[in-house]
Antibody
Framework: EVQLLESGGGLVQPGGSLRLSCAASGFTFSNYAMSWVRQAPGKGLEWVSPISGSGGSTSYADAVKGRFTISRDNSKSMLYLRMNSLRAEDTAVYYC??????????????WGQGTLVTVSS | QSVLTQPPSASGTPGQRVTISCSGSRSNIGSNYVNWYQQVPGTAPKLLIYGNNRRPSGVPDRFTGSKSGTSASLAISGLRSEDEADYYCAAWDDSLSGWAFGGGTKLTVL
């Protein structure tokens, strides 16, 4: 059974940093692209950043480019999102999502339960 | 402002058939597959339809996806109370080089 468990969310001041983690199990982690997708309170889903199965390729939405860094540790089946220079508009539930293939243009087939990030003074 | 356009709400009574639309452009729906996700408030999204009209195992055949040109739709037949949720369409956007999502449609079962 595929399981994705996010952690690391919390309350942070504007300009602060946070690192989110996602523990994956139930599949061969390195064979699949992974992504972070967020959902602001009461809003829809927003694509944030994907990473290839090897970790060698990444991409970022314009809203987070230069501030967020996605990475993965295939030996530990872990996905990470380092978030710097956080803004109020980054407040959202952050989901870890698995792609159905090792390319991120393919659909997400599993999602974690999400972790809430609140940016406020 | 979402890249894909969905109606904010839809409703139906048990047993009815409901359709949710998703409108996009040539760079997303017009060029790529459409996927649909179901999200019960407070829980993670769940894949409902992929590749325009394919159902993952475990998804009832009451859920049907279709696509024509730059629009797509999700039909739910034999509506049940447990279908009450938010529904999102999604497609890769070649112009954005990223995923485009609809704003979501809240389905109420009356």
């Amino acid at each position: 059974e595929v399981q994705l468990l996010e952690s690391g969310g919390g309350l942070v001041q504007p300009g602060g940093s946070l690192r989110l983690s996602c523990a994956a199990s139930g599949f061969t982690f390195s064979n699949y692209a992974m992504s972070w997708v967020r959902q602001a309170p009461g809003k829809g889903l927003e694509w944030v950043s994907p990473i290839s199965g090897s970790g060698g390729s990444t991409s970022y939405a314009d809203a987070v480019k230069g501030r967020f860094t996605i990475s993965r540790d295939n030996s530990k089946s872990m996905l990470y999102l380092r978030m710097n220079s956080l803004r109020a508009e980054d407040t959202a539930v952050y989901y870890c999502a698995k792609h159905a293939h090792d390319f991120w243009t393919g659909y997400y087939d599993y999602w974690g339960q999400g972790t809430l990030v609140t940016v406020s003074s | 402002q979402s890249v894909l356009t969905q109606p904010p709400s839809a409703s139906g009574t048990p047993g009815q058939r409901v359709t949710i639309s998703c409108s996009g452009s040539r760079s997303n729906i017009g060029s790529n597959y459409v996927n649909w996700y179901q999200q019960v408030p407070g829980t993670a999204p769940k894949l409902l339809i992929y590749g325009n009209n394919r159902r993952p195992s475990g998804v009832p055949d009451r859920f049907t996806g279709s696509k024509s040109g730059t629009s797509a739709s999700l039909a739910i037949s034999g509506l049940r109370s447990e279908d009450e949720a938010d529904y999102y369409c999604a497609a890769w956007d070649d112009s954005l080089s990223g995923w485009a999502f609809g704003g979501g449609t809240k389905l109420t079962v009356l």
